[in-house]
């Protein structure tokens, strides 16, 4: 085996033990032989690969992980509560062996002696620890670092060679120029056949010029593709901690006597390792305090109208270049009035009733706590000052919110330094930017014209909605001239927390697995960017972040973008056309009310002059009209530059499955028949559509 006979086992060890951890927390909730099963083949598998390399303690206890699941293989029964703790205390066995052979000193282990026969029985307990303070927790790690070093490494160098391949294209083409020369000048006056051979030189010169540039390019975008996702390697999903927060909740919940469900999301969200070590410590004392002082007894939750079973979930979100790390309970909340009792004792509130948010903040402060009693899992006061200390030690936030009778919340806003992605990377303004994918609810393909209605208008038509809009070569280069480029031709719809907007490219240049980096200190970046990532020819692209987007567009750069957030801006006026004074008259009185500016057409002869004069939000029209109908109307509309964006609503008697058909094929943003007319409906679909300034 080398000079490392352990090098292998360590990292095959770590995957089934975490398989192992996973798996009995899964059995602790879902008995069946289907988690039963998997635990006996990751056992057996650890079992077998321990006795190769004569680890005969790993080995040993995995035969007694065995000896307990067996009887379970088939049937739904649930292990009882002795037989699952030893489970448990199993596990805890195998990861402290498994995290042991990973110390330096375990790096050239002495010869180990020849196995002794193996035992039936389960290994002695190990010796007794304290259990008032959490068990050290082994940062997630990715494994074979070096080996991704060296991948790393292979990947620049072959990067390198493409500069004289790049080299070998340019010499071509000029060769390629100089035959064409060659037979322009014998063309005249040369035969025939030297005319020929000059023609065909340049001929094969150019196509094997073509098939070169075309290969590297090839080879380029295949070796920029695979460096992002080596270089995602070194990153290792937030779902790494999961187990470790789940096992602390479990045993918490079993010291208390509770019965808690633990709940997660987002684990597949990639960050560093030295991210996660202490947000893991951190949260483990956050998910214990959910249990002990959130919880309640099942006897409580009944009576609350609860589930017996409360629930603690961990979800972890990506919000541009932060994480947000969030642990939720359905419990009791904090008990407001023992922290008074509690924090007036201590000489930390005055004589005055605090508010109950007040109160919540001081748990901040930390050093308080409601629980009388020291506990191994609580009674110290300690657990939100790990969590502070850790918010201080990654230059983060921590936010906690309370609901009496329902729960709590805490939050961990931590920036990222790297953050692995895929990105859609777009072209405006003759420049390259990267757009996180997982914000991009859709592409539009631009013509000239709707480019200029969407560049003039400030926004553009996408899924039956009007979204803000601004060039992206507006936002990059606000203040100064932006450069010549071929034009919008593509409108990039995103979604985030501050809603759904649009940004106009020039256009489309592909995804790409990326890491994105943050920028440098001495290099502030408008706040639309949020972090640079490295192609592999060493050139930075800037990585947008969506809010700053958001922000930028809704603030409004550039001619006719919005002067305000479209949340609060004033909607422009409202076009109401049907040839019906009784209904025109009840439309306007319904949209002043609900405090539009309304203005009046009785044909669709009247309302095309009027919508071509400017100004409207949205253009509200009857179908049944002598003359222009409401359907030719909103197809003439959508045929004129200056109209085409404008949200038109058809109210018509008409409720056929055809004429909503022709509705929606015209233009039409939305169908309203009058047979069903519903006020709010109506409102909320001008609401929706209409157009701010």
């Known amino acids: 085996m080398g000079r490392d006979p352990l090098r292998y086992f360590r990292l095959e060890a770590r995957e089934l033990v975490d398989q192992i951890s996973a798996g009995v927390l899964d059995l602790d909730q879902r008995p069946g032989p289907e988690p039963v099963g998997r635990l006996l083949r990751a056992a057996h598998t650890l079992k077998g690969a321990a006795r190769v390399v004569k680890q005969k303690e790993i080995a040993d206890f995995a035969h007694a992980f065995e000896e307990i699941l067996v ?34 000193q375990a790096a050239e282990p002495a010869p180990a002696p020849a196995p002794a026969p193996v ?73 025939g056949a ?33 460096r992002g ?18 096992r602390a909740v479990r045993d918490a919940a079993d010291a208390e006597g509770r019965k808690v469900r633990f709940e997660s999301r987002g684990g597949d969200i990639r960050m560093g390792v030295h991210l996660l070590g202490p947000v893991s410590g951190a949260f483990l004392h956050v998910v214990r305090n959910a249990v002990v002082h959130g919880i309640e007894p099942e006897a409580q939750r009944l009576g609350a109208g609860k589930p017996a079973e409360g629930t603690i979930t961990l979800e972890v979100e990506r919000r541009g270049r932060f994480a947000i790390f969030r642990c939720l309970d359905d419990g009791r909340g904090f008990d407001l009035d023992a922290l008074r009792r ?29 629980t009388t009693k020291v506990t191994e899992v609580s009674g110290r006061g300690i657990g939100m000052d790990a969590v502070r200390e850790v918010a201080a030690q990654l230059h983060g936030e921590v936010r906690v919110r309370s609901t009496p009778g329902e729960g709590a919340t805490v939050e961990l806003i931590i920036p990222l330094t790297l953050l692995s992605m895929t990105g859609l990377i777009v072209e405006a303004g003759g420049s390259s930017a990267t757009v996180p994918l997982d ?58 927390s501050a809603g759904m907007f649009a940004i106009g490219v020039d256009r489309l240049l592909g995804t790409s697995a990326l890491v994105a980096r943050p920028l440098p200190e001495l290099a502030p970046a408008s706040a639309v960017i949020s972090s640079v990532s490295v192609e592999a020819d060493g ?10 987007l958001a922000a930028a567009v809704l603030r409004g750069h550039g001619p006719g973008a919005r002067s305000a957030s479209a949340s609060t801006a004033e909607p422009l006026p409202v076009l109401v056309v049907d040839d019906s004074l009784t209904t025109r008259m009840l439309e306007r009185s319904i949209l002043e009310s609900a405090g539009y500016e309304v203005q009046l057409a009785a044909s669709g002869e009247e309302g095309l002059e009027k919508a071509r004069g400017g100004g409207f939000g949205l253009i509200l029209s009857d179908i049944d009209m002598p003359g222009i109908d409401g359907f030719t109307l909103v197809e003439r509309i959508r045929a004129d530059p200056k109209l085409s964006t404008t949200p038109c609503v058809l109210v018509s008697s008409r409720a056929s499955a055809a004429d909503r058909d022709r509705g929606k094929a015209v233009g039409a943003d939305a169908y309203v028949v ?12 001008i609401r929706r559509l209409v157009v701010r300034s």
Not at 73 to 96: C, F, K, T, V, Y
Not at 196 to 209: I, Q, S, Y
Not at 674 to 685: V, Y
């Open 539 to 548: 050139r930075p692209r800037l990585v947008l972040d969506p809010e700053g």
């Open 194 to 226: 030297v005319r020929a051979a000059a023609v065909r030189l340049a001929g094969e010169l150019g196509t094997a010029g073509r098939r070169f540039t075309d290969a590297v390019d090839q080879i380029e975008r295949e070796l920029d593709d695979v």
């Open 119 to 191: 035992s039936e029985s389960a290994p002695s307990p190990p010796p007794e620890r304290k259990t008032d303070e959490p068990a050290e927790i082994p940062a997630p790690t990715r494994a074979s670092t070096s080996d991704l070093d060296e991948l790393l490494d292979a990947i620049g160098e072959a990067n390198a060679q493409m500069t004289p391949l790049r080299d070998g294209c340019g010499t071509i083409e000029r060769l390629h120029r100089a035959a064409e020369a060659l037979s322009d000048q014998l063309r005249t006056g040369t035969p």
């Open 229 to 246: 996702k080596a270089e995602g390697l070194r990153l290792v999903p937030a779902g790494s901690i999961f187990t470790t927060l789940r």
């Open 674 to 685: 009058k047979g069903e007319f519903d006020q709010e409906d109506l409102l909320a679909h």
């Open 71 to 104: 009887p379970y293989r088939s049937g739904d029964a649930p292990l009882a509560s002795e037989e699952m703790r030893e489970l448990l205390r199993l596990n805890d066995e195998i990861s402290a062996q498994v995290v042991q052979m990973e110390a330096p």
């Open 439 to 496: 914000a991009v609810r859709g592409c539009l393909r631009l013509s000239a014209a709707e480019a200029a209605t969407a560049a003039s208008s400030g926004r553009i038509l996408y899924d039956g909605s009007a979204a803000p809009f601004l060039p992206l070569a507006e936002v990059l280069y606000t203040g100064d001239t932006v450069p010549d480029a071929a034009g919008t031709g593509a409108a990039i719809v995103v979604d985030c």
């Open 342 to 370: 509690t924090a007036r004792e201590r000489g930390l509130l005055g004589p005055g009733t605090a508010g109950d948010q007040e109160m919540v903040d001081l748990v901040m402060h930390g050093g308080i706590s409601t």
